[in-house]
RNA sequence: GGGGGUGUAGCUCAGUUGGUUAGAGCGAUCGCCUGUCACGCGAUAGGUCGCGGGUUCGAGUCCCGUCACUCCCGCCA
């Protein structure tokens, strides 16, 4: 016990009636009746209802007590009256009679309410973050986040993995993203970049013989934000194991999602061993390598479609002659949808920036037939082959989009979304994992048509070593493979390449020279080369694991002190100029603004 | 870098075809009210309609520019 509570504001019941008690924490709201005032006392645990009438000396002062001020109540418990009971709070049963009162802490005029579960704007919620966490719904949000990663850390530590710190003053590296600098002061013209993630650390950790390592690490990376990536930082759980396939990994991370999820929300887990899908099914079939699988829409190539004569769809014919493809979306049992159902998802393609969405139903009368705008160029037999390959009956409807392969992709995948939120076929109380493998080691940049890596360099190539087809580049599969649920990324990890020679020459295809790596990579290619053990791990992503976990859309919500999408902090004003002397000492100038 | 949306009182929002003095709810202030739990009732204060320019007899409303926030594309191995 101390000065300021003998309890906290959830706690009190029946059982501490006639009790003379101390409580401390904010004025949530208060209902004042002139000669009797009720007062909602907040604190991280709960609400209790605390009364004073006239008589009380203290009443007038405590009338005019303004909203969130925070103010320590002593008084006695009283059991309420069986028709004033609110069953709505955990402590509804009884009040508190206030004897005394002592301000603790006095309240301007709030910016923003408090109690109400009113939105509103996001930059009075980032300027004055203090208060918006006090809300509920947000203050729940960062309360889950807590238990979450103390779950991960113990259930980290049952497994034998051991938990490091690794540096956040590091090198900046040539692959990935854009790097936060730091620049040296005792090393002029020389900087520091902040990890991206502790990629190569991790791997010197198994180098050094730690065996599994894990860490609730925060990365930074300088991109652009979105709704479920925050600008600058983020935390992932990354772990790494030694003497391990790939399959050891999915083990330990399966188990792992599934007891967390389990724990922490009551939605329902579809399949507790993940389906795995290869990147390129992921791409025929949904258009993404990040699927949601509770949809049960699937993707169609119909390319071949379009190269027969019996089909007079000249406009894709065109494109499907010079290259394009041709995918498509079944929908079931379409045929009585209104006109609008079909031409709004065509509006929407459209204003997504593709050429739109084309689309008939299949009917049958004497024969099969299609009906919709475009339907008359299509000959029955044609008809009878779209059927077959998509597997759709009469009465079913079918969109499709043609276009470059990565456009037609990307908008099929799009509309893949859209149709089925239109046709409300998602169940919002489910969570569907999956695992997207064998993604291929390289790619072609678009712009610039060289190979490049297309995810991690240090990835181990599929297949026998020895006989690796590097005249094919992009044949190469890597033992690479991300994690998927409900069409969320949640993280991406590897069987790493632990064999120099194999990395110098997966290096060169993408470009690099022998020197070229070693100046780049040079502390991870010489540990390579001191007796490496095979090794692999991932690294899901916290903040996206919570959003799922908390059921929401933006990152923000499940952030404590989020920056906004310029990637700005309104609350503590970073990032900020700073003085001529600080610039001096290491060595910098600023150019000057035009 | 590009596209969409939003911007009116401290907060959330309404504001008709361009037309008199720009409204409501919550909050604030003052008054009344002894059983509320979104307490109730009455009154008062509170506005550079994001900013700048233009069209017009007249602009919150129409046009051009610009800024801020947000969503998306690019980007994020």
Same mark, same amino acid.
């Given at each position: 016990m101390n000065k300021y509570r003998t309890h906290n504001c959830a706690e009190l019941t029946k059982k501490n009636k006639d009790q003379s008690i101390i409580l401390s924490g904010w004025i949530n709201k208060k209902r004042d009746h002139g000669n009797l005032l009720f007062i909602d006392l907040r604190d991280n645990y709960g609400l209790t209802q605390c009364v004073i009438d006239k008589s009380n000396k203290f009443f007038k002062d405590l009338e005019k007590i303004q909203l969130e001020s925070v103010i320590k109540i002593k008084g006695t418990v009283v059991e309420r009256s069986k028709e004033t009971i609110n069953s709505d709070l955990k402590t509804g049963e009884i009040e508190i009679n206030i004897v005394s009162f002592e301000l603790l802490g006095t309240c301007k005029e709030l910016p923003m309410p408090i109690f109400s579960d009113q939105d509103y704007a996001e930059e009075i919620r980032l300027k004055y973050r203090f208060l918006d966490l006090r809300r509920k719904k947000i203050h729940e949000n960062i309360i889950l986040r807590s238990n979450v990663i103390s779950f991960i850390r113990n259930k980290m530590q049952e497994l034998d993995f051991l938990e490091f710190q690794t540096p956040i003053l590091t090198s900046s590296s040539p692959e990935g993203a854009r790097d936060f600098l730091v620049p040296s002061r005792l090393n002029p013209g020389k900087f520091y970049a902040l990890p991206q993630a502790p990629q190569q650390f991790k791997q010197l950790v198994m180098v050094s013989g730690f065996d599994k390592y894990f860490q609730i690490a925060p990365c930074f990376r300088d991109e652009d934000a979105r709704a479920d990536r925050s600008p600058g930082e983020f935390y992932q759980l990354d772990l790494e194991m030694s003497f391990v396939e790939q399959e050891d990994i999915f083990n330990v991370v399966e188990k792992l999602m599934v007891s967390l999820f389990k724990k922490f929300s009551s939605k329902k887990i579809i399949n507790e061993n993940f389906p795995r899908i290869s990147y390129e099914d992921s791409m025929l079939k949904y258009g993404t390598d990040k699927p949601d699988l509770r949809n049960p829409l699937s993707i169609s190539d119909l390319t071949n479609i379009f190269t027969r004569e019996d089909v007079k769809f000249d406009i894709f014919k065109k494109l499907v002659s010079k290259g394009s493809k041709v995918r498509s979306i079944l929908t079931k049992k379409? $045929?009585? $949808?209104?006109r609008s159902f079909f031409d709004n998802i065509d509006k929407w393609a459209k204003e997504e920036g593709a050429s739109g969405l084309a689309y008939f139903t299949f009917e049958k009368d004497k024969q099969i037939t299609a009906k919709g705008p475009v339907g008359k160029f299509f000959s029955e037999e044609s008809l009878k082959e779209i059927m077959k390959i998509t597997s759709a009956e009469v009465g079913d409807s079918i969109f499709f989009a043609c276009g470059k392969i990565n456009e037609v992709e990307k908008i099929s995948s799009l509309a893949r979304d859209k149709i089925a939120k239109d046709l409300n076929l998602i169940n919002e109380n489910e969570f569907s994992f999956c695992w997207i493998i064998d993604y291929p080691m390289f790619e072609k940049d678009q712009i610039t048509n060289k190979i490049k890596f297309s995810h991690n360099p240090f990835s181990m190539p599929q297949g026998d070593i020895k006989n690796i087809d590097f005249k094919n580049p992009l044949n190469i599969k890597a033992y690479q493979y991300d994690i998927v649920c409900n069409g969320v990324e949640l993280s991406s990890g590897a069987i790493r390449n632990h064999i120099p020679e194999l990395m110098y020459k997966l290096f060169s295809v993408a470009g690099y020279d022998k020197k070229e790596v070693d100046e780049k990579f040079k502390g991870m290619i010489n540990a390579l080369s001191y007796g490496a053990p095979p090794h692999g791990g991932i690294a899901p992503g916290i903040d996206r694991i919570v959003m799922l976990l908390a059921n929401e859309k933006n990152i923000r919500e499940v952030t404590m002190f989020p920056m906004n999408q310029n990637a700005q902090d309104l609350m503590m004003n970073a990032p900020s100029e700073i003085s001529e002397n600080q610039l001096k000492e290491l060595n910098l100038s600023l150019k000057k603004k035009k």
């Open positions: 379409t $045929k009585d $949808k209104p």
